[in-house]
């Protein structure tokens, strides 16, 4: 214990290593399949066009060169803190590290928002018609309990529910390969680029920096480090080959939309764009069927990204960039209570203020506020292979570090990467939000410290 009382970062349990390689698989394809693809193709589709496939493939170039990096550091430093660990040690200051912390932190609840709004407004409504946001809170608070339950309950979870999303994907690519076996779709619109209002590589950034949003889940690993069985040796395999076959879905996905339906038509279907292909390309199809399965994707990865949230938020507390009760583990579930409790309620508070286009402005939102994180991540795997660590670990390949940090700090800036100004206002705000929980911090570690009563 601590002068003050509080417990020390010894004396707390420690989080219970219950993940393996497989379940680690299942928890990257898991976390990177799901609101992306479900909720977010036809808002691609308006920004580029019938060309669909290339912004996700695209999209998947840039966040395999920035998988190595991470790679390459968790396997250094097999630590629950992540992006925000790495930067720490490369540049040593506390402030920056504070807002990379808080920018990945707001990435996975606007991840999480825009799940739940998916969940309410989309996949809901052919079941039951409620409002949308009573039952995009309650969403939340129901994840925020299974989170609390525990870390090997909720990856067996997502285990389960990675399957059944990836059922619905595989149902899309059938209806794709029938039709197109039967002579439907149109393959000229494979090439098709809305060049209308800018020229083409803006309209392809544009997409791109969209469609970025359905690829990060990956780097949520990383922040599960000290719960999983030797790290060093299980995270390569399981997370590149996790961002492979979640990567080739989508090819396929974006693929089908684009042969059996106009970009227009999904544009304008939003949200919707998935429910239309089934529509339109198997009648017979039971509709219902295909939205229970985006209920059950949604949910993923909103349970995923808010277990991250608030597993970074304990790193945090343990490298003291964070007050010590964030670090607070709970006696019996030994799951970060504090934590959970803290991310839930900001996850509340941006659903409810997020408005109708919630979906593609949290989305959007989380892709710029890890394109900025991730430019930082692969500069910081440089400066930091001059730090030795006695264990072997992964390397990544020579240039990728290099040609990661250009990437995505080409697709995060304002007026190359086309994205709406929506997306740096939110990101400002909640930048802002950490600002101001910075300077509470530094009054938290300053404050005057009362005598012990003799």
């Not at 299942?26 to 580029?48: E, H, K, P, R």
């Not at 920035?66 to 660990?85: C, H, I, M, N, W």
């Amino acid at each position: 214990m601590s002068e003050t009382g509080e417990p020390t970062v010894e004396s707390r349990p420690a989080l219970k290593r219950a993940i393996g390689p497989k379940l680690l698989f299942f928890f990257v394809i898991g976390d990177v399949l799901g609101t992306g693809i479900y909720a977010l193709i036809g808002s691609v589709a308006g920004q580029i066009g019938g060309a669909l496939w290339l912004p996700f493939l695209v999209a998947f170039g840039v966040a395999f060169l920035t998988a190595f990096s991470y790679l390459e550091l968790v396997g250094k430093y097999p630590r629950a803190a992540g992006a925000a660990l790495y930067i720490q040690r490369a540049f040593k200051i506390p402030f920056l590290t504070f807002l990379v912390a808080f920018a990945v932190m707001s990435s996975g609840i606007t991840a999480a928002g825009a799940a739940a709004r998916a969940f309410a407004a989309t996949y809901l409504q052919p079941f039951a018609p409620w409002p949308v946001l009573p039952v995009a809170v309650g969403f939340l608070l129901v994840l925020g309990l299974i989170n609390f339950r525990g870390v090997a309950e909720s990856v067996k979870i997502n285990m389960v529910l990675t399957g059944v999303e990836i059922s619905g994907l595989l149902i899309v690519i059938a209806i794709g390969v029938y039709a197109a076996g039967s002579g439907q779709g149109e393959p000229s619109r494979l090439l098709e680029f809305d060049t209308e209002d800018r020229n083409l590589l803006l309209s392809i950034s544009a997409a791109t920096s969209l469609a970025f949003f359905a690829m990060v889940g990956f780097e949520d690993a990383v922040n599960m480090a000290e719960e999983c069985r030797d790290p060093a040796r299980i995270f390569p395999r399981s997370l590149l080959s996790g961002l492979i076959a979640a990567a080739l879905i989508y090819e396929l996905v974006a693929l089908t939309a684009s042969l059996l339906i106009p970009a227009e038509t999904l544009s304008a279907a939003r949200s919707d764009a998935l429910l239309t292909v089934v529509a339109i390309g198997a009648p017979a199809f039971p509709l219902k069927a295909f939205a229970g399965i985006g209920l059950l994707a949604v949910i993923n990865s909103a349970l995923i990204n808010m277990m991250m949230a608030s597993r970074l938020l304990y790193g945090m507390a343990n490298e003291r960039i964070l007050p010590p009760v964030f670090g607070a583990v709970h006696p019996t579930r030994r799951t970060p209570w504090v934590s959970i409790l803290f991310t839930t309620a900001i996850a509340v508070a941006l659903v409810v203020t997020a408005g109708e286009d919630g979906v593609r402005k949290l989305g959007g939102t989380t892709a710029l506020l890890l394109l900025c994180v991730f430019t930082g991540v692969n500069i910081a795997c440089l400066v930091l292979r001059r730090e030795k660590v006695e264990h072997a670990h992964f390397r990544a390949p020579p240039g990728t570090p290099v040609l990661g940090a250009i990437f995505c700090g080409y697709l995060a800036l304002p007026v190359l990467s086309g994205r709406p100004a929506s997306d740096y206002a939110i990101s400002l705000a909640l930048l802002g939000v950490g600002i101001v929980l910075w300077g509470v911090n530094r009054w938290w570690i300053g404050r005057p410290r009362l005598a012990r009563k003799r």
